[in-house]
């Protein structure tokens, strides 16, 4: 992946940072975006230490703001070889206890912001990549089950995770580009309160999605895990 350019959200920890890390390895130019930019620049210090013949950048990015989106896409563009090739959408929350934020007893304020963050920053994310897309680019969006599977306690954070797999599904529909869904399965973040996988054993999996994965088989549906270690074992 030498030539490639690969913008991930919420590239400071999780998953984001362990797929960033991934991508660093196969020498892929790397630009990450977060919230805070404190956590951005020592991310990207970090990855360019493990990392010394890969190219790294940061830019603070908060997936709500669409003008943050938009510098975010415009700098990994002008960053790598030509144009962006891998975009990774992982900036993501969910406010309160996984697992104790039942429907009934959502505040407003929660809800909005999990559907501004983890719905409409996709939407943001994907929007603003479209016009650096090279022609063989990739779009991917981590999701989970319970976006599909309802399961008492998960509320609004839920219906969020649907409405991101939607947009997918919508851009999918409507554009040339690839834009697909991987399900890795439950991942020890603070997302989950460190309940599942380490993230790092599924970062691969992202690399597979953004070079191998048939796009007939991405493109407008949800790889999981076991997609993914069928096709690589």
């Known amino acids: 992946m030498d030539e490639a350019t690969v913008v991930i959200t919420g590239g400071t920890g ?70 962006v090739d891998v975009v990774v959408a992982c900036a993501g929350v969910y406010h309160g206890d996984a697992g104790a934020t039942p429907t009934d007893e959502e505040p407003y304020s929660r809800f909005d912001d999990h559907w501004r963050t983890n719905a409409r920053g996709v939407f943001a994310t994907v929007t603003e990549a479209l016009p650096h897309l ?8 981590p999701t989970g089950a319970i976006a599909r599977a309802a399961k008492p306690g998960y509320g609004s954070y839920a219906m969020s995770k649907a409405a991101g797999e939607a947009v997918v599904r919508g851009f999918a529909a409507d554009t040339d580009h690839v834009v697909g869904c991987l399900e890795p399965g439950q991942l ?16 691969e999996m992202f690399v597979w999605a953004a070079t191998d994965c048939d796009p007939s088989t991405l493109d407008g549906g949800i790889v999981d895990l076991k997609t993914w270690k069928q096709a690589t074992r």
């Open 14 to 83: 999780g998953l984001g940072s362990a797929v960033a890390d991934a991508f660093c390895a196969r020498g892929a130019t790397v630009v990450i975006g977060a919230r805070e930019a404190t956590a951005v620049a020592a991310m990207v210090e970090t990855l360019q230490d493990r990392h010394p013949e890969a190219t790294v950048e940061g830019l603070r990015t908060d997936v709500r703001d669409e003008f943050d989106c938009e510098r975010l896409l415009e700098t990994a563009s002008r960053t790598g070889a030509a144009g």
């Open 134 to 141: 090279n022609d063989e680019a990739r779009i991917l969006l």
């Open 188 to 203: 020890a973040t603070a997302l989950t309160d460190n309940r599942g996988r380490d993230p790092s054993s599924v970062a």
